[in-house]
């Protein structure tokens, strides 16, 4: 089934997103894969909060629309794992894999990072322009900033959650797999896909195919991503 569709405003505001993420980061155990994911995520996403209070971006409007629709797919799928449903196929490696112990926190955390680039910020674009009435260039400059803020969560997945020197050994297969996805490619494609979608919106065939196959690779490349690895 395409998950195309918007989705639903329901009562979710800036403020609820992270007191949904801050329930979550309280509830689920530490090495939970979806736990680690969330744990950065909320991390980034408070000193973000922050800073748009602040009056650093031009427009709050905009900003505060793209994020929280943005951070609604990501909870989305945590609620239809919850309750027994299937997430997104982007979702769905995470989910299985969240307490395998052969995978290692930084690959939960890109993951869930994969997932919601690959997948989530397209749909958040179009979902954006559809609820404020407007063009996906005229949200070119809140996706780049949300692209700042995934940068940081990049950081922090390496910079955190990562081992000590051990990382900088090119034997360790973690140093190679944290290498082998790229943050700035997939936010170009991401940026591409949205567009796409956008223009393909009269035509929902057409559309919920086109999210399906992004759907799929995202989860593909999730699958990847948590391989099982050696202590």
Do not use: K
Not at 26 to 43: E, I, K, Q, S
Not at 144 to 169: A, C, K, N, Q
């Amino acid at each position: 089934m395409a998950h195309c569709e918007q989705v639903p405003p329901a009562a979710l505001t800036a403020d609820t997103v992270l007191s949904r993420m801050r329930a979550l980061d309280t509830a689920l155990p530490p090495r939970d894969g979806v736990a680690v994911f969330n744990g950065v995520y909320l991390t980034v996403a408070r000193e973000a909060g922050l800073r748009t209070e602040g009056g650093r971006f031009t427009d709050v409007r905009g900003a505060t629309a793209l994020d929280v629709r943005f951070a609604q797919r990501y909870l989305a799928a945590v609620d239809a794992a919850e309750d027994g449903r299937r997430p997104p196929a982007c979702w769905r490696p995470l989910f299985q894999f969240r307490r395998h112990p052969g995978v290692r926190p930084p690959q939960f955390a890109l993951a869930g990072l994969n997932a919601h680039v690959g997948h989530d910020l397209a749909l958040a674009v179009v979902d954006t322009c559809r609820t404020l009435g407007c063009e996906p260039v005229d949200l070119e400059a809140e996706f780049d900033r949300v692209g700042e803020l995934l940068v940081s969560v990049e950081e922090r997945i390496h910079d955190e959650l990562t081992p000590g020197p051990d990382l900088l050994r090119i034997a360790d297969p973690l140093t190679h797999l944290l290498g082998s996805w790229s943050l700035e490619r997939a936010r170009d494609a991401t940026w591409a896909a949205a567009r796409a979608l956008w223009a393909l919106r009269r035509l929902p065939d057409v559309a919920g195919e086109f999210t399906d196959r992004l759907d799929a690779a995202a989860g593909f490349a999730g699958r990847l991503l948590l391989t099982p690895l050696p202590d």
